[in-house]
Every structure is written in structure tokens, then in C-alpha cells.
């Protein structure tokens, strides 16, 4: 089982919609969780950070984590063709006496115009 | 400058070549690292500083050396390139140890070894 998983996608939804993107991780003692976004052909960049169980929002965007299930998920309301780009989660371990980020592979999403 | 900053963009490298990839911050981070990015695997860590003169081992370090010999450099280093090493490989860095906050990432190296 890989330590962070998301479905590759991609995943397709219309304008105005909502875009629910999901992540499950294996490490049940993480503390921190991010989600990044990546257009192509550039470098990833930090959209949402999220530390403690339920909701967290910001603008359009809302975290949701809850540790009992080891899932955090990412929604985007009123998705817009420019949120079109691979969504990538990340997690950090538990401390092991060394630093561990674990990206997942990423969710490709499509928002159709 | 403002941010990370890597160079070269990209290369086409020779099998059994020595590369370095240079990689440059300006915002006094403690921390950085770098990571391999291949379709279908995200980005998975190669090696890592927490601080000036320190470094450590990622998930995929075999064939990679890196050195942090002050705060602003972390060059990442192909001893023998092969060609299992072509990718994009990312710097990053944070503030702080641990990486609990914010990874700002440069804007990548596209490697081809063949």
C-alpha cells in the first residue's frame, strides 16, 4: 500500500461546479497535511494546509481531515476552467527523529468550460 | 532574486556523465530539498537539509549527492548519470525544520540521460 494515495483522475467537472478531489494515508500518527496544486509543465505550489480534524476554509477552497478515517480531501466550489491542473497531496509523518514529506501522485483535474 | 531559483532548466546529459544541479534560495530558509518527479509516482524525496551543514537521506537517494554549505545553496549532485535518473527534479525549501510549514518549490530541471 503505497503512504499516500489519490485517484490519478482525471477528473472532470463542469464551470460552477463542485470539485471533490480525496486522499487516504497509511502513517495513522501524520500531523500535518497539505494539498498542492500543479499546472503543467510548472512547479507545485501550496493551496491549503491543514493540521487539526474537520473543515478548514479559504475562499473557494476547503480542507476536510479526519484522522480517525486517515483521509483529507479538497473541495472546490464554483470550479473555473483555471483550476484545471493536478492536485497533489501531501503528508507528513509522525516524527522518526528525521524529516518525512510524502506526496501522493496527484488528481488531474478537468474543468470544463 | 526572490524565491528559489534552479539552473540549468533542463539538460541532455550523456550515460556515465557528472551533473550537478544547482539550486539557489533567498528567503533564509532552514530547511530544503530536493525531489524526482516521474509520471504516475508524484514527487518522491532524494535528499534533504534541515540546516547549514547538514544533510540527509530521502526515499530515493542511491546515485544522488548533495552538500549545504551555507543557507542559500543545495546543489544536487550525478555522480555517474544513467538513464533511469531522466526526470524533472524539484527544489524546495521551508522555514523550518519538519517541514509543518510551507514547501516553496523552484521552478524544476528537466534531465534526460540517455
Known amino acids: 500500500q503505497k503512504e499516500v494515495e489519490q485517484n490519478s483522475g482525471p477528473l472532470s467537472v463542469p464551470e460552477g461546479a463542485i470539485a471533490s478531489l480525496n486522499c487516504t494515508y497509511s502513517?495513522?500518527?501524520?500531523?500535518?497535511f497539505f494539498w498542492y496544486r500543479q499546472y503543467s509543465g510548472k512547479s507545485p505550489e501550496l493551496i491549503m494546509s491543514?493540521?487539526?480534524?474537520g473543515d478548514k476554509e479559504d475562499g473557494r477552497f476547503t480542507a476536510q481531515l479526519n484522522k480517525a478515517s486517515q483521509y483529507v480531501s479538497l473541495l472546490i466550489r464554483d470550479s473555473q476552467p483555471s483550476d484545471s491542473a493536478t492536485y497533489l497531496c501531501?503528508?507528513?509523518?509522525?516524527?522518526?527523529?528525521?524529516?518525512?514529506?510524502?506526496f501522493g501522485a496527484g488528481t488531474r483535474l478537468f474543468v470544463k468550460a | 532574486i526572490a524565491g528559489i531559483t534552479q539552473a540549468p532548466t533542463s539538460q541532455i546529459l550523456a550515460a556515465g556523465r557528472r551533473m550537478t544541479l544547482r539550486c539557489t534560495q533567498d528567503?533564509?530558509?532552514?530547511?530544503m530539498y530536493w525531489y524526482r518527479q516521474d509520471l504516475g509516482l508524484g514527487l518522491r524525496l532524494i535528499h534533504y537539509?534541515?540546516?547549514?551543514?547538514?544533510?540527509g537521506k530521502g526515499e530515493v537517494p542511491d546515485g544522488y549527492s548533495v552538500s549545504r554549505a551555507n543557507t542559500d545553496d543545495f546543489p544536487l549532485t550525478l555522480a555517474s548519470a544513467v538513464p533511469s535518473q531522466t526526470s524533472v527534479y524539484f527544489c524546495?525549501?521551508?522555514?523550518?525544520?519538519?517541514?509543518?510549514?510551507?514547501?516553496?518549490f523552484g521552478p524544476g530541471t528537466r534531465l534526460t540521460v540517455l
Open positions: 524546495a525549501s521551508s522555514a523550518s525544520r519538519g517541514g509543518a510549514d510551507t514547501q516553496y
Open positions: 502513517d495513522r500518527v501524520s500531523q500535518s
Open positions: 491543514i493540521y487539526s480534524n
Open positions: 501531501a503528508v507528513r509523518a509522525g516524527d522518526t527523529g528525521g524529516f518525512k514529506t510524502i
Open positions: 528567503m533564509r530558509h532552514n530547511a
Open positions: 537539509s534541515n540546516t547549514a551543514g547538514t544533510t
